[in-house]
């Protein structure tokens, strides 16, 4: 079998498809890629079934050697890319010989990227996945220098398509909401905050959640709930009134009230620290 060694694993490398959707009514999150059309696209371009497991790197790049030549595509962050000593475009189908190295660079714009190989990523699923779920511990661990990935077999040719567009990779992000189960547990303050001022995309940000430094969100009502169910774009407010967006790896119940809902987390996978989010929504 087909196997790419990983040189350089970069600050995280993980392996995505599409998650685990269908386990949702057990209390399994979907986890998945960030940027599940960015994955579709780059599987498309290798002539792989969309749902095929390939790799999210985030912002410091990753060395890879493959074993066997094959087809590899980029989609996501503006990065460089090169197969051996020749630059590569992202966005493209890329032949890449055997033992060749394909070095994807640090982001500069943007924070993540997709690569797809032809055949996909082939690990063991886990409940119906291969995808790693950060929080969970579901699927394999997120990539080492060292590890060994199996790929599997090609089963159809590479997209006849020379460049595809890129997304933009805006400094400011307007986020569509819905009030969430708890928004009365805030006040008018809180309300008008949320939807009037600008926050910030913190460093501590991670597949988990997207959380965000600016104005707090004042509770009126004092205490904390028992826990209950949480949901992908999630908008829940800790007790410092800042707010956190729940990503793909969120966890299935929570203990803190949650103020909305964001109707797309997908543009929060590009999302930079000191990216600028705002939000809105339903008029009051």
């Known amino acids: 079998m087909s196997e790419i060694e990983v040189l350089t694993a970069g600050a995280l490398t993980t392996v995505q498809d599409l998650g685990r959707p269908g386990w949702a009514h057990l209390g399994v999150p979907r986890s998945g890629a960030l940027d599940p059309e960015a994955l579709r696209l780059a599987n498309?371009?290798?002539?792989?079934?969309?749902?095929?497991?390939?790799?999210?790197?985030?912002?410091?790049?990753?060395?890879?050697?493959?074993?066997?030549?094959?087809?590899?595509?980029?989609?996501?962050?503006?990065?460089?890319?090169?197969?051996?000593?020749?630059?590569?475009?992202?966005?493209?189908?890329?032949a890449v010989p055997a033992g060749a190295v394909l070095r994807i660079g640090p982001a500069r714009r943007g924070l993540r990227c997709w690569l797809a190989v032809a055949g996909g990523i082939a690990v063991d699923p886990v409940l119906d996945s291969r995808a790693t779920d950060t929080l969970?511990?579901?699927?394999?661990?997120?990539?080492?220098?060292?590890?060994?990935?199996?790929?599997?077999?090609?089963?159809?040719?590479?997209?006849?398509?020379?460049?595809?567009?890129?997304?933009?990779?805006?400094?400011?992000?307007?986020?569509?909401?819905?009030?969430?189960?708890?928004?009365?547990?805030?006040?008018?303050?809180?309300?008008?905050?949320?939807y009037g001022t600008a926050y910030t995309v913190s460093?501590?940000?991670n597949r988990v959640g997207a959380r965000l430094t600016g104005a707090p969100l004042p509770r009126a009502v004092p205490g904390e709930l028992h826990s209950e169910g949480v949901v992908l774009g999630a908008v829940q407010v800790p007790a410092d009134g800042q707010p956190l967006i729940f990503l793909a790896d969120h966890p299935t119940t929570g203990g803190y009230p949650v103020i909305a809902v964001v109707d797309d987390v997908t543009p929060l996978a590009q999302a930079r620290p000191g990216t600028t989010v705002r939000f809105h929504g339903p008029q009051r």
């Not at 002539?47 to 410091?60: C, D, H, R, S, Y």
């Open 44 to 94: 498309r371009l290798v002539g792989n079934p969309e749902p095929a497991a390939g790799l999210e790197i985030t912002m410091t790049g990753c060395a890879l050697r493959f074993t066997r030549a094959t087809t590899v595509a980029v989609v996501g962050a503006e990065v460089d890319v090169r197969v051996g000593e020749r630059p590569g475009d992202p966005g493209r189908p890329l």
């Open 203 to 205: 460093p501590l940000s």
């Open 136 to 194: 969970a511990g579901l699927g394999p661990a997120p990539l080492r220098d060292g590890d060994r990935l199996p790929v599997g077999v090609p089963i159809g040719p590479p997209a006849p398509v020379d460049v595809t567009v890129p997304r933009a990779h805006p400094q400011e992000l307007h986020l569509t909401v819905r009030l969430g189960p708890r928004h009365d547990w805030f006040d008018t303050v809180a309300l008008d905050r949320l």
